[in-house]
């Protein structure tokens, strides 16, 4: 079984520009998690999607940061502009509906320079 | 505010010995408990988890230990290995809640030979 595939592993720019992160699920699994993990801290929940509905975006900075799930399946997760404080590692997970274990992909580095 | 909490950054064991985790929560509306261990480069899999309507959960040489008065869980390696060095997660979720995880910020263990 594939497991979560996310893309690119690596992602250098500059303050202010915008950027965009891919995830693909493993197949099946309904739930999908975007979380952001800052150096030295534990990952932090930005958003879940059910199928391609939103269930929490509660920790999700709107201003800069949107995501979306179309067709229920692969997510992208953009921000714009990019602030120094957003350099982390971005996560993400799925599982299938009704599950407690999620299935972590091997997350994006980004750094804002 | 930090609803789970792992105080220790970092723990050094021997080949061999038992290596214990810990993990202490404030919120009393968590009910489900997980381990997830992380490698450099790597998202976090999915180790062993717990119910709160228990207070021990074993898995080979892991088990966790949950004592819900005092809020607080372990995660015992037995025997600890090298390749158990990892960054080890504590996580806990909301009981009927949208299964949302909450992490800690992590304990960084490391077993010499």
């Known amino acids: 079984e594939a497991g979560v595939a996310q893309s690119p592993r690596y992602k250098i720019i500059e303050k202010r520009q915008s950027v965009a992160f891919w995830c693909n699920p493993i197949?099946?699994?309904?739930?999908l998690y975007w979380y952001q993990q800052i150096l030295g801290q534990g990952p932090k929940l930005l958003i879940q999607?059910?199928?391609?509905?939103?269930?929490?975006d509660s920790q999700l900075p709107k201003d800069r940061f949107s995501a979306e799930r179309l067709k229920g399946v692969d997510s992208t997760l953009k921000i714009q502009p990019a602030k120094l404080e957003d350099s982390a590692v971005y996560l993400c997970?799925?599982?299938?509906?009704?599950?407690?274990?999620?299935?972590f992909g091997p997350g994006t580095r980004l750094t804002v320079l | 505010d930090q609803q789970v909490k792992q105080n220790s950054p970092s723990l050094s064991v021997q080949e061999g010995r038992i290596s214990i985790l810990n993990c202490d929560y404030t919120?009393?509306?968590?009910?489900?408990f997980l381990w997830y261990k992380k490698y450099p480069a790597e998202g976090p899999t999915f180790l062993i988890s717990?119910?709160?309507?228990?207070d021990k959960n074993e898995d080979g040489r892991f088990t966790v230990f949950l004592n819900k008065s005092a809020k607080h869980l372990s995660l015992h390696i037995v025997p600890s290995q090298p390749g158990d060095s990892a960054v080890y997660f504590c996580?806990?979720?909301?009981?009927?809640?949208?299964?949302?995880?909450?992490f800690g910020k992590g304990t960084l263990l490391t077993v010499n030979p």
């Open positions: 997970a799925s599982s299938p509906q009704g599950a407690d274990t999620q299935y």
């Open positions: 197949s099946g699994h309904a739930t």
């Open positions: 999607f059910q199928n391609n509905g939103v269930v929490d």
């Open positions: 919120n009393s509306m968590f009910d489900y």
């Open positions: 717990i119910s709160s309507i228990k």
């Open positions: 996580a806990a979720r909301v009981g009927g809640s949208n299964y949302k995880l909450t």
